[in-house]
């Protein structure tokens, strides 16, 4: 089963993407803002990442701000005009999710979005985890004409949420790819890939980047306190990506 793996990596920046080219995995989806859960790259970010990381897919996530998936018509304005750089860039796929007000997928703006991508890949991404009825969902999303969905089975890691993603990929039958997210390591993944029948994995794969700033003003923050250290980032690492292969 090892062999047959598909990993898709969630590459913060085009350096992730060539780490994760290099370290073997089929696909990444490009996102800026992780630590809100991925928000849409910038230009210079996408095309930066498909001039270092040429032989890799690239799915870019379009999502405007971190928060909830209940999207104003200047969020929506601004997702459509991503989708169309996107689209004149030539990336492989992209990757959204909206909800309404009551957790449902909002079919009317997902269709939207969708008929702008045009013939690229879509995959929704985990406001499927936190939509109110997965599995009218994921008829919803075959319907659509969705390539996959992302998700951690509506739980807080992928190996809490082993049961719900097992029956959707039951339920799938193969119409639509359901694929495990958030929390997949190389020590769980073959649980996980037993466990629920999945073909395809979500993984960052990273290490830390130390700053090589000498001079450091360790008294201010440009960012929340949730941020440890000015001096440390993080970006995908090939060798732990070949760990997943």
């Known amino acids: 089963m090892k062999n047959h793996r598909i990993i898709e990596i969630c590459a913060n920046s085009a350096f992730s993407c060539r780490e994760a080219a290099a370290g073997g995995a089929a696909r990444v989806e490009l996102c800026a803002g992780i630590p809100e859960g991925g928000t849409t790259p910038s230009l210079g970010e996408i095309k930066t990442a498909q001039r270092v990381a040429p032989s890799i897919d690239i799915n870019v996530i379009i999502r405007p701000r971190g928060g909830d998936f209940l999207y104003t018509s200047f969020e929506i304005e601004s997702m459509l005009y991503d989708i169309e750089m996107c ?4 990336v492989h796929g992209v990757v959204f999710g909206c909800l309404t007000r009551d957790g449902s997928l909002d079919i009317p703006l997902m269709k939207t979005l969708k008929d702008a991508a045009g013939d690229l890949s879509v995959t929704c991404h985990r406001a499927f985890d936190v939509c109110s009825e997965p599995f009218t969902a994921l008829e919803e999303l ?20 082993i049961p719900l993603i097992s029956r959707l ?33 979500h993984t960052s794969a990273r290490s830390i980047v130390y700053s090589k700033m000498e001079y450091r003003n360790q008294a201010v923050s440009m960012g929340t306190s949730t941020i440890v250290s000015e001096f440390e980032t993080v970006a995908t690492d090939r060798y732990k990506v070949q760990e997943f292969l």
């Open 87 to 90: 689209r004149s860039l030539g």
């Open 169 to 201: 990929v039951k339920q799938a039958a193969d119409r639509i790819i359901i694929m495990p997210g958030c929390g997949v390591r190389a020590e769980n993944i073959a649980m996980i890939e037993e466990q629920t029948g999945a073909k395809e994995f």
């Open 142 to 161: 075959i319907d659509l004409g969705f390539d996959r969905i992302l998700t951690s089975g509506q739980q807080q890691n992928a190996v809490l949420g």
